[in-house]
Every structure is written in structure tokens, then in C-alpha cells.
């Protein structure tokens, strides 16, 4: 098919699903994005699409990539963008598109229940001990094995609260431990083995771009061959494979297998050595934590790391000589190996040279992160990802250096930009002042919490408050719960599309989280009338990994090519949450005076949705206060 009657035809099938909406109205810039889509994946060409909030991206992308007839992975940066595509956009394209197409949601395994660890919760004839746990995590766990036999996919966020971790990790694998299907009893029941089977035949299959990381440092083995892949909040890319595509190495990975196998060998001392190397090696890298290690990585650290090797070798041996008819314990076994030979593979790689790669030390000094990470993500794309499929790259906001970051060749690869059709100027209220206490005053907090309580009471509630911290966050729940009467919902409390769920039945409530609803979360109509940040979401200027890329790219142009895009995305994304439909009106806040009075104010400010602008807070007041009562 050519490029331009693949263009007509996706406005055609564009066009007749959306006719069917209540209240049916045509954006122009999703019509546009769905055309130039469409004629780039005729084309074979890879295309960027920096599409305005309220574009309909979704189905903008949806449509082209299903008329194409080929398989198409759809990578979203969120499990809440993931919940969204197979919630409401796929099965709304299922009814009114008139082409028959699947599709299927795959997970990484830790997401869903496992069987075979249910079974073995059940089988006493294996006399296997269990960890000891708490009454009310017995119950939990009771309770999950209950959904477990009635639930159709085994996904957790089917849940309507959040599991507690102990319970969760008693019934659910990760992906270091199962053996997979050929070698589980129930395998072809498992949960996460048949997501993977509905994957193998759908039209659409839709992950994480986290998943999408591991299937690139499997070689391709975990999701089935496609020709189109469509990367949603591609502004998020860089980081988000650079973490999947890396490894990580922590004492907890080493006792987790040391637990694994003494759950299948009698002698409780055979882990003795192991255990206390893995000590070892956290107390070697404990004092490197927020640094990078140079190569050759200090020696105590290599030490500790090849004598965990040989450890693992030899309880790796050992598992492999146990003898059992006993299924349940032959699949502890099978487990117990699957992991000692996953920590291996890692171990190896911290040992090797790692060329491109950045060694750093995260977390804290009592629970250390060795993290081995490619120093460009691009090189790493280029060979499995661009010279292999047709890809679409999607956000609200693409920074200027993303494609240079990503690797992604801007020859050969179309660029467009659509604007969104929403009325900005009009419709909101960009509300900042230079005259904010800066942010690390005393008196700071105060003034926050003053402007938040006045704000949300003007509003009626109906807020979405981010945080650049989760200290930040949990401060301001405790805070903001005893100084206004509406519900405050927080990420410790429910599953993140419950949330969603509760905030959009109640139109009093509020949500308190951090970076993760800074995108990917949708909120028309009267839901939300304020959404408040309290401060720029500058990264971390101690980030080990950023400091290595800031080092590559030259310390004068650091700030201008790393710091301030990414600034400006998460800024602009985080605004992007309030306008979702022609209607909708609201303010969004930034307590941050740099916005008012930084050299690169612009920058950001031009990143963001062309508001109304204001500093003086009553006008805000009454302008939410007018919007709630119309």
C-alpha cells in the first residue's frame, strides 16, 4: 500500500471511531498524527511525534498501526498508561473499527500469582518450611490464594488494595526465579504464561517499556517477533531502558537465593559462607553509595564479587546432584538453580570490562545498589531496536536532544509536531511568584502548606498535588489531612488505578503522589480543577548515572542538554494533567519562584501549555471558586 493511500485510510477508520463518541468532536492535530503515522509505517520509516495534550495520541497511533495488519508492541512508560490502552482505548477501537484485531497485555512475572508456589502452599506432603509470617500476613496470603481461583488473568492490580510485599512475594515468582513453562507442573495454567500466549497471536501487545528493556538484554526472547514498535511517553526512554537493560547486584539478591536453597537442602549451614559474603560485599560497597566506581572497580569490591561467584557455583552444583520425587520440592530446586544462574550472569558482567557501561552505588549505606548501566541507551537501541522495526515515538513534549539520547537517526526518521486544540488561555491559570520564599528556606514548608490549604478549599478539593520527593509527599498527606475535610489519597494507601478510580467517584477527593502521576493518568471534566507541584522536577544533581552523561556531553553543556529538558518534560507533562477535554478548566500551581525568575524560565515556561498567567493568589481563589459553583 503507498504511503499516501495509507494516509486517507487511517483518517477514514480515525474518523469513523470517533464519530461514535457522545459529544463527537474532531481534532485536527489527531487526524494529522494518525495520517503522517500511517504514511511512515507504509514507508518503513520511523517517525517522532510530539503531540499536544488533548491530541487523542492513543487512538492516533492505534489506528495506523492496526490498518497495517502487522504485529505492534506498544511500550508505555507506565503500568498506569498500560491499565488505560486495555481498559478503555483498545476495546473502544474493538467495537467501532470495523477491522477484527486482538490484542494482549503482558507483564513481567512478579506481577501476577503464581500457581505452582500456591500448590506448594497446599501440598503438605512435601514438608517444606515456609518463612515465617504474621497472623495478619497468613490471612493476606489466604486471601490472595481465594482471588487466585477465581481471578482470569492472576494480575494483581486487579486487586482492589495493595497486597502487603510479604504476601505478594508468597505467591508470585520473579523473573530471576521461574524456571519457565516446560519445566513447571502447571505451566500451562500459569498466569503469566498465558499472557505471553495471548501475546504470540495478537494484532497489539501492550507493555511497559521496562519489559520491552528486558526483551532487548534477552536477545529478543521474551516478546514475539513484531514490525512496529510504538513507544508511548517516549520521553521517558532513556531512563527507563537504561535501568531494564542494566544490572544490579545487592547483598538482598544474594540472601534470596541463600533462602532459595536452603528451602531444598537439609543442612541450613550450607549457605553460611554465601550469606557472609554477601554481607561482605555490601559493607564493600556501602561507602560508595551516590557515587561512580571507576574502572577497574576497587579491588576489595572485585574481591567479594569472585568469591560470591565461586559460592554460587558450588551451591549451583550442589542443587544440580539433589535427587527428589517429590514435585513440589524438585521445583523449589528448579528455582533455587534458575536463580543461582541469573545472580551468575550478572556477576559476570560486573566482573568483565563492561565497556560503555557506568558503575555506580545507589540506595543507602545499609542496603547498597551496585548498578552496572549503559553509559548511552542509544547504541544499545540502534543495534536491536532502529535497525530492526519500524518505530513510533510519542509524548505531550519530546525534547530537543531525545532524538541524539536515543540513538535514533534523525535521517530517515519523520518529525511532526501538532498542537493541541484546547483553549489554554481561556481555560487556566498558570499561578507563580517571585515573591515564593525560595524553596530551601524555613520558611518554606509553611507557606506551602498556607498556599495548598487556601487553594484546595477554593476548589473544593478536586486537586492533584505532585511531589518532587517522596519525603515531600508523605510530609504533605500527614500535613494536609488535618488541615482540610476532603480525602486525601496517597500511593502507600491503594493500587494506582484505584486511586484513579476513587479520585474520578469523588469529585471532593484529592491525589497526593509523586513522579509516576506526572503522566499516563487522565482526568476530564470536574474531577480536577488544581493541580499543585511543589517544586521544579529538576533531576538529581548527585545522580551517579546523570553525572556520568553530563561529563560525556561536557560540564558547560550539561545544564542546557541533560538537566533542563528534562526539567522542562516532567514540568510540562505534570501541567498537561488538567486540561483533558474543550470544557475543562482549572490552575496549575508551582510554589518554585525559579520559574518567575530564572534565566531559563522561558524554557520551561514555553515547554508548558500556553496558560493564562498570574501571581496574585486571589485571583486564583476566585477564579476555582467560580469554576466550582458553574
Not at 544490572?247 to 532459595?260: C, D, K, M, P, Y
Not at 560540564?555 to 529538558?565: A, H, N, Q, T, V
Amino acid at each position: 500500500m503507498s504511503g499516501s493511500l495509507a494516509g486517507k485510510e487511517a483518517i477514514a477508520a480515525l474518523r469513523q471511531v470517533t464519530s461514535s463518541f457522545d459529544g463527537a468532536e474532531e481534532r485536527q492535530g489527531q487526524i494529522d498524527m494518525s495520517h503522517a503515522i500511517a504514511e511512515s509505517l507504509a514507508s518503513g520509516r520511523s517517525i517522532i511525534v510530539q503531540a499536544g495534550t488533548g491530541t487523542g495520541k492513543s487512538l492516533g497511533y492505534l489506528v495506523p498501526a492496526i490498518l497495517t495488519g502487522e504485529t505492534a508492541v506498544v511500550a508505555t512508560a507506565t503500568k498506569a498508561l498500560q491499565d488505560q490502552l486495555n481498559s478503555n482505548d483498545l476495546p473502544l477501537l474493538q467495537k467501532h473499527l470495523d477491522i477484527p484485531f486482538t490484542w494482549a497485555v503482558v507483564k513481567g512475572r512478579s506481577n501476577y500469582a503464581c500457581l505452582q508456589r500456591i500448590n506448594e502452599r497446599a501440598d503438605k506432603s512435601a514438608q517444606l518450611e515456609f518463612e515465617e509470617t504474621s497472623d495478619k500476613v497468613n490471612k493476606e496470603i489466604d486471601e490472595l490464594i481465594a482471588w487466585a481461583k477465581k481471578t482470569k488473568t492472576g494480575d494483581f492490580d486487579e486487586l482492589p488494595r495493595i497486597p502487603s510485599d510479604r504476601a505478594k512475594q508468597a505467591i508470585s515468582v520473579s523473573t530471576d526465579e521461574c524456571p519457565g513453562k516446560n519445566k513447571c507442573p502447571v505451566g500451562a495454567k500459569c498466569f503469566a504464561e498465558r499472557a505471553r500466549d495471548a501475546a504470540s497471536t495478537a494484532n497489539v501487545v501492550v507493555v511497559n517499556i521496562a519489559l520491552y528493556g528486558a526483551h532487548i538484554a534477552s536477545s529478543g526472547n521474551i516478546l514475539p517477533e513484531h514490525k512496529i514498535v510504538i513507544f508511548d511517553e517516549a520521553h521517558q526512554l532513556e531512563s527507563s531502558l537504561s535501568d531494564a537493560v542494566g544490572i544490579q547486584l545487592t547483598n538482598g539478591r544474594v540472601s534470596s537465593f541463600a533462602s532459595s536453597v536452603r528451602r531444598v537442602i537439609a543442612d541450613p549451614m550450607v549457605t553460611n559462607r554465601l550469606e557472609e559474603l554477601g554481607l561482605r560485599f555490601s559493607g564493600a560497597i556501602g561507602p560508595h553509595v551516590g557515587n561512580r566506581l571507576q574502572r577497574p572497580l576497587p579491588s576489595n569490591i572485585v574481591e567479594n564479587m569472585s568469591l560470591i561467584r565461586i559460592e554460587v557455583a558450588t551451591l549451583i552444583n550442589a542443587l544440580r546432584e539433589l535427587k527428589t520425587d517429590n514435585e513440589p520440592t524438585q521445583q523449589r530446586i528448579y528455582r533455587a538453580q534458575t536463580q543461582g544462574t541469573r545472580l551468575t550472569e550478572s556477576l559476570d558482567i560486573a566482573l568483565g570490562s563492561f565497556e560503555g557501561y557506568v558503575a555506580y552505588v545507589e540506595g543507602s549505606e545499609e542496603r547498597p545498589i551496585l548498578r552496572i548501566t549503559p553509559l548511552h541507551i542509544g547504541e544499545v537501541l540502534a543495534t536491536n531496536v532502529w535497525n530492526e522495526h519500524t518505530a513510533v515515538l510519542t509524548s505531550a513534549t519530546v525534547p530537543h536532544s531525545m532524538p541524539e539520547r536515543v540513538g535514533l537517526p534523525l535521517d530517515g526518521t519523520e518529525v511532526l509536531t501538532v498542537d493541541s486544540p484546547f483553549d489554554y488561555e481561556k481555560n487556566s491559570i498558570l499561578y507563580c511568584s517571585r515573591f515564593f520564599p525560595e524553596v530551601k528556606s524555613p520558611e518554606y514548608k509553611e507557606f506551602l502548606y498556607d498556599e495548598m490549604e487556601a487553594l484546595m478549599t477554593a476548589a473544593g478539593g478536586r486537586t492533584l498535588a505532585l511531589f518532587t520527593s517522596n519525603a515531600a509527599l508523605y510530609a504533605a498527606i500527614d500535613a494536609m489531612r488535618e488541615r482540610v475535610p476532603f480525602p486525601i489519597l496517597g500511593p502507600k494507601d491503594y493500587p494506582r488505578q484505584t486511586l484513579i478510580d476513587m479520585f474520578i467517584e469523588d469529585e471532593s477527593a484529592c491525589i497526593f503522589a509523586s513522579q509516576g502521576f506526572f503522566q499516563g493518568v487522565d482526568f476530564p471534566g470536574r474531577t480536577l480543577s488544581l493541580v499543585i507541584l511543589d517544586k521544579l522536577p529538576f533531576p538529581t544533581p548527585t545522580d551517579p548515572l546523570l553525572e556520568a552523561r553530563r561529563d560525556a556531553v561536557g560540564r558547560d553543556k550539561s545544564f542546557g542538554e541533560i538537566d533542563l529538558p528534562m526539567a522542562a518534560t516532567s514540568l510540562a507533562q505534570a501541567a498537561g494533567r488538567l486540561i483533558r477535554t474543550d470544557t475543562d478548566r482549572g490552575v496549575v500551581a508551582v510554589f518554585d519562584s525559579r520559574l518567575a525568575t530564572a534565566k531559563y524560565k522561558w524554557t520551561l515556561i514555553n515547554a508548558m501549555p500556553p496558560m493564562n498567567k498570574t501571581r496574585e493568589r486571589p485571583v486564583v481563589e476566585q477564579f476555582l471558586r467560580d469554576i466550582t459553583q458553574d
